[in-house]
C-alpha cells in the first residue's frame, strides 16, 4: 500500500510540474489582421522571438524566417507567386509548434485564425541526474519516449497511453557517467533532447 501511495504522490508531482512549466509560459497567438488579394496580415502576441515557415501539402518548405521584436510580432506575406492550392504556416518557439491553414484560390489567399494543430514540446528537467519528462500531449496520441547512451545503444523504450499529460521519472545517478540521449515521439512529431548525469 505504501509503495502505491509513494508512486501516485510521485505522479501527480509530475504532472503538476508539466502543468506549471507549459502554464509559466507565455502562449503565442495569432490575430488576422487582414487579408487583400494573395496578401495576408497578422500579428502574434505574447511572443518576441518565433520562426516561421511556409509548407505546401507535400511538406515542401517554401519559405523560413526567425523573428525576433521587443513588441508583438506583426507580418505580412505577399502570396502572388504561389499556384492555388493548401499550404501551412507553422509558427515555432521554444515551447509549441502551432500549424495554420493557408488556401490560395485566385486572386485571393486565406490564412486560418485558429490553429489546425497545437504540439506542446516535452519538457526535460535535470537535477542531478535524476531527469524528469513532462508531456503536455493535448491530442491525447501514444508518446513513445526511448533513451539512449552515450554510445547510441538504447537502454530504455515505452510507449505510454493516449493520456492529456505523460510523466515520467529517469534516475541515472547510478548508470555511467556521460551524455544521455531522449527521443520523444508523439502527434506526429519527434523531439530530441540530451542530458548530462554528472
Known amino acids: ?35 487583400e488579394g494573395k496578401t495576408v496580415s497578422f500579428s502574434l502576441k505574447e511572443i518576441k522571438k518565433i520562426d ?19 513588441e508583438n510580432i506583426n507580418r505580412t506575406y505577399d502570396l502572388t507567386a504561389l499556384p492555388d492550392g493548401i499550404y501551412f504556416l507553422k509558427a515555432e518557439d521554444d515551447h509549441k509548434i502551432s500549424k495554420y491553414k493557408i488556401e490560395v484560390v485566385g486572386n485571393t489567399a486565406k490564412l486560418s485564425a485558429d490553429a489546425i494543430s497545437e504540439v506542446y514540446k516535452p519538457v526535460l528537467v535535470n537535477k542531478n541526474g535524476i531527469v524528469t519528462v513532462n508531456i503536455l500531449n493535448l491530442e491525447k496520441t501514444p508518446v513513445t519516449v526511448v533513451l539512449y547512451d552515450s554510445n547510441q545503444a538504447e537502454v530504455y523504450n515505452e510507449t505510454f497511453e493516449a493520456d492529456l499529460y505523460v510523466g515520467k521519472m529517469f534516475d541515472l ?8 540521449t531522449f527521443e520523444i515521439t508523439y502527434n506526429g512529431k519527434t523531439f530530441m533532447e540530451t542530458v548530462s548525469n554528472k
Open 1 to 35: 500500500m505504501k509503495k502505491i501511495l509513494k508512486f501516485s504522490l510521485v505522479l501527480a508531482a509530475v504532472v503538476l510540474t508539466a502543468v506549471q512549466a507549459h502554464a509559466g509560459n507565455a502562449d503565442f497567438s495569432l490575430d488576422l489582421i487582414k487579408e
Open 52 to 70: 516561421l515557415s511556409i509548407y505546401d501539402i507535400n511538406d515542401s518548405l517554401i519559405y523560413q524566417e526567425k523573428v525576433t521584436s521587443e
Open 173 to 180: 545517478t547510478a548508470a555511467q557517467n556521460g551524455k544521455y
